[in-house]
């Protein structure tokens, strides 16, 4: 069964700061994917990035960054040089290919708090 | 880039009323929708896959008579709460996919909040 796990509830940085998101992912697909989505307090979902099970480059778009290692089964997000716009719930996610990669599941979420 | 619309945003009934949201994907076709809910301070829950065309796949535990879900179109899905209590009350999103390929994403609508009076 597919399950992802953040395990930090809260966090709370001050502004300028780096800051990493854990994400611990389980399945039994060799085919997955996996995405990253920021809820700002207003509610909507953004989409920030999405990758493949078989593509572990880390990406890296502007501030942001992802390390995938599929040895500990972890898709890290880091936030350099935070700023207070960051402000939001980020949700960690992954849909198996034998499932028709059309069910996400979701992890239970990060709520990141960047303070002037 | 890829848009749905949710629409209402926000909406507070009395107990017993049936509510219809609806999410539409505006500038591409989807053959399948997600509709999700979530609690406050919670992780989203799948309740159920919409398909064009053809009945929705709810998800375990998601009663199909309560929440009614319509995809009648390649860009609009309803879902209707019917005969809504304020257990019902939550935040539930929609999201829709542009096809149906695996490493595709889906794009989220802004979301639905539900009081129940």
């Known amino acids: 069964a597919q399950k992802v796990t953040q395990a930090q509830t809260e966090i709370s940085v001050v502004e300028k700061e780096d800051v990493t998101l854990d994400c611990v992912y389980e399945t039994r697909d060799t085919t997955y994917y996996l995405f990253w989505y920021k809820q700002p307090p207003s509610g909507e979902l953004v989409f920030l990035i999405r990758?493949?099970?078989?593509?572990?480059q880390n990406e890296i778009s502007g501030r942001y960054s992802w390390n995938f290692q599929k040895s500990t089964s972890s898709f890290n997000f880091t936030i350099t040089a935070s700023q207070v716009v960051d402000s939001a719930v980020y949700f960690c996610?992954?849909?198996?290919?034998?499932?028709?990669?059309?069910?996400?599941?979701f992890g239970q979420g990060t709520r990141l708090t960047i303070n002037p | 880039g890829a848009v749905v619309s949710q629409h209402p945003s926000w909406v507070i009934c009395k107990s017993g009323t049936s509510v219809k949201i609806e999410c539409r994907s505006l500038?591409?076709?989807?053959?399948?929708m997600f509709w999700y809910r979530q609690f406050p301070k919670q992780s989203l829950m799948l309740m159920a896959t919409s398909n064009e065309g053809s009945k929705a796949t709810y998800e375990q535990g998601v009663e199909k008579d309560k929440f009614l879900i319509n995809h009648a179109s390649l860009t609009l899905s309803t879902l209707t709460v019917t005969s809504a209590h304020p257990e019902d009350s939550s935040f539930y999103i929609c999201s829709a996919r542009e096809h149906s390929v695996g490493n595709q994403p889906q794009h989220f609508g802004d979301g639905t909040r539900l009081s129940i009076l």
């Open positions: 996610a992954l849909s198996e290919a034998s499932q028709g990669a059309q069910k996400l599941v």
């Open positions: 500038d591409f076709q989807a053959t399948t």
């Open positions: 990758r493949n099970s078989f593509d572990e």
